[in-house]
C-alpha cells in the first residue's frame, strides 16, 4: 500500500522482495515494476538494482546501455557496488567505450569503501598494466585485502605473486598456502597449482598422492594439464 502511494523506501524494499523471492513468490518484472518507482526518487540502490536487471536480464531484456546508465546514476552518489560494476562496464566495454582509465577510476573509488570485488579487480589492472602500468607490489597490496576476506581469485593470484616473485620475494610456502585457499572453493587453477606444488615438492614436501588428489580436481572440471598430468600418474602407476 505504501509503495503504491509514493513512499520510496516501501518501493524499494518490495521490488527486493520480489527480486529476493523474500516474503513472496520470487518475480523480477514485478521487482523491476517498483525498483523502477523508487529510482524515479533518486533511491541510489533501487538505481543499482535496476543496472543489474538490464545487465543480466532480470525482469527485463539485456540492455548494457540501460544497465550502465543506472550505474552511473547510483556511482555518481558513491554506491560502491554500482561504482564496481560501472568499472565493469568500461572494462569490457558494455554499454560504454572500452576505456582502461575510466574502469581503474572506478575501482578505485569501490575499493576505498572496501568493496571486495573492486579490491581484486584493482589489482589486476597493476598486475597486468591495464589503464596503468604494472606495478606489482601494488596488485599484491589490493590482491591481499580481498584475499584475505575470502576472494577465490585474489587468493589464487596472491598465489601466483608468492610463486613467481612478482611484488615480493619468491616463497613456495606461502604460494602453497594461498593457491590451497582458492583451491578449496573450487577454484579451477588453483587446484592445478596445488597438485603442481606437491608434486615438486614446492612449499610442501612431494606428496604425489596429494598431487594426484588436486590434479583430478581441476581435471574434473576439464583443466587440460591436470588432466595429462593424471593421465601420467596412471601410466607410470605414482
Known sequence: LAANQGNVDAQHMLGTCYYHGDG???????????????????????QYFLGECYFWG?????????????????????????????????????????????????????????HTGAQYRLGDCYFWGTGVKTIYHQALKHFLLAANK????????????????????????????????????????AQYMVGFCYYHGHGAGKDYKQAAKYFHLAAEQDHVRAQFRLGYFYFWGK
Open 58 to 114: 532480470d525482469g527485463v531484456s539485456i540492455n548494457d546501455k540501460q544497465a550502465a546508465s543506472y550505474y552511473q546514476l547510483a556511482a555518481k552518489e558513491g554506491h560502491a557496488s554500482a561504482q564496481y560494476m560501472l568499472g565493469r562496464c568500461y572494462l569490457m566495454g558494455m554499454g560504454l567505450g572500452k576505456n582502461e582509465k575510466q574502469a581503474l577510476k572506478y575501482f578505485w573509488l569501490s575499493a576505498e569503501q572496501n
Open 24 to 46: 513472496v513468490r520470487k518475480n523480477y518484472k514485478q521487482a523491476v515494476k517498483y525498483l523502477q518507482m523508487a529510482a524515479e526518487q533518486d533511491d541510489t540502490d533501487s
Open 150 to 189: 575470502g576472494h577465490p581469485s585474489a587468493q589464487y593470484m596472491v598465489g601466483t605473486c608468492y610463486y613467481h616473485g612478482q611484488g615480493v620475494r619468491k616463497n613456495f610456502k606461502e604460494a602453497i598456502k594461498y593457491y590451497r585457499l582458492a583451491a578449496n572453493q573450487g577454484y579451477l587453477r
